[in-house]
């Protein structure tokens, strides 16, 4: 059995390594000061440098009007703090306004890319976790955790992360690649789809598959998985070898699905994502 390749992806905590120690280790800084992730719908504000981007550093860039910024973590040894800007506060004169979506043609550097990702999934969980789903009541951060627990009838409740898996089909010398409508001209990448109640992420693969381009797989097998924070998702990457039927596509999920000889492949995804890192590594026979 061939090891997986290690995913060296943004959006993965990886990529930072020892960088970056998440807020649920540690005690809270008592000061605001050190990095901002200025989050405004999926962009972030910047500053450009003739390198390219950095965090703005230091007191906020913006005013707090007395709201409590989001704690994210400790990165190169200084806090990061989280801030939700409107859609429609102007972008200061000394920041620049950058998308993290890879399919945008997001700029950033791999580093915060993955800062930015963190703190949009935080931000999410915080718009979507202020009330317990089992009663209804007021739920409360648990120390130390990412977690929320009502305050009535005490159950806990953690940040989501919704599983999906992403494979690559090979037959020989060609690749099964997709397409959904909306994408740019030319531009096609793998099947993929959520994980049901009860499904294994293997069972997942085949279903998937057999339902969106009407051919079986045999010989599912796992390479690597990123996290991908558009809101909430954890891609599951596998490759799987071709093992009969022709391809009848779904109009309601697909625009297009057809075979590529390895040689002569579409417009494929951006770098950034796993559907790429996937065709780039496990494309060849």
């Known amino acids: ?13 990886d990529i930072l390594g020892r960088q970056f120690t998440p807020a649920k280790r540690g005690d809270k800084p ?39 910024p989001l704690w994210l973590g400790t990165y190169r040894d200084e806090p990061v703090w989280v801030v939700p800007v ?4 102007p972008t200061p004169a000394d920041l620049a306004r950058e998308t993290v979506v890879p399919m945008r043609g997001t700029r950033l550097p791999d580093e915060l890319l993955s800062l930015g990702g963190m703190a949009m999934q935080a931000l999410w969980w915080e718009s979507t976790s202020g009330y317990c789903p089992r009663c209804g009541a ?15 009838c005490g159950y ?16 020989g010398q060609r690749v099964l690649l997709t397409r959904k409508a909306g994408w740019v001209p030319n531009r096609y990448a793998l099947v993929a789809g959520f994980v049901d109640n009860g ?47 022709d391809v009848v596509i779904d109009t309601d999920e697909l625009e297009d699905a057809r075979w590529f000889d390895c040689t002569a492949l579409p417009g494929l995804p951006s770098r950034h994502s796993i559907s790429r890192w996937i065709i780039d590594n496990y494309g060849q026979p």
């Not at 940040?159 to 690559?168: D, E, F, R, S, Y």
Request: charged share 20%; glycine share 8%.
């Open 156 to 171: 806990e409740h953690y940040p989501h992360l919704h599983p999906a898996t992403i494979v690559l089909v090979r037959d």
């Open 30 to 68: 008592a000061g605001a000061r050190g990095y901002w992730i200025l989050a405004q719908e999926q962009n972030v504000l910047v500053v450009p440098t003739p390198d390219g981007f950095r965090l703005p550093h230091g007191d906020s860039p913006i005013p707090l009007d007395g709201a409590e």
């Open 138 to 152: 007021p739920a409360t951060r648990i120390e130390g955790e990412w977690g929320k627990k009502c305050a009535r």
């Open 1 to 13: 059995m061939t090891t997986p390749l290690t995913v060296q992806l943004p959006f993965n905590r």
């Open 86 to 89: 409107a859609p429609e506060t």
């Open 199 to 245: 499904e294994s992420l293997e069972a997942c693969v085949a279903r998937e598959i057999k339902e969106e381009v009407g051919v079986d797989v045999k010989d599912i097998r796992y390479v690597g998985s990123q996290n991908w924070p558009f809101p909430s998702q954890m891609m599951i990457g596998f490759v799987a070898t071709y093992a009969g039927g």
